[in-house]
């Protein structure tokens, strides 16, 4: 339910209606429950899909980590990630080709032009170390 609600609230705030009522359902979330079930989603998607479609998503997950990080925007990043990562979309891409990764990219789009300012040279820093980890250095890429 958790899940479906904050996917909600970011299609109510692309969309530009009220949030507060959906907001008060989910007040009291463990973050650190939420983040961390991510992050062990994260990786198989990011081998699937690549070092650069996954960086966006990697930059959400740690400034989501971020204490200074409000509960909306943690709700919007939380949301904007597991809308990515779920093979359940609006718009299927297997029925609709390129129309059909255009709601997940909507969604990326609003969340990074949001979050954008909170993305740090250290937290740029944890996203290059956790892709080098994936995927190894750019180094050993570059050598191959």
Do not use: H
């Not at 479906?4 to 973050?31: E, F, P």
């Not at 990786?43 to 990080?69: C, H, N, S």
Request: with cysteine; aromatic share 12%; charged share 25%.
């Amino acid at each position: 339910m958790f899940t479906i609600i904050c996917i909600t609230i970011l299609a109510y705030m692309i969309m530009g209606k009220d949030i507060k009522r959906l907001l008060a359902r989910v007040k009291n979330v463990d973050w650190r429950d939420k983040i961390n079930r991510i992050y062990i989603k994260l990786q198989p998607y990011a081998l699937k899909v690549g070092r650069v479609a996954a960086r966006p998503l990697l930059q959400f997950y740690y400034v989501m980590k971020d204490e200074k990080t409000s509960a909306l925007d943690r709700i919007l990043i939380y949301a904007a990630i597991i809308y990515t990562i779920s093979p359940v979309s609006l718009i299927p891409s297997a029925v609709f080709k390129f129309i059909g990764v255009l709601d997940e990219g909507a969604a990326v789009l609003y969340v990074y032009k949001k979050i954008k300012g909170k993305i740090t040279p250290e937290i740029n820093a944890q996203v290059d170390e956790t892709l080098d980890q994936w995927f190894g250095t750019r180094y050993e890429m570059v050598r191959e």
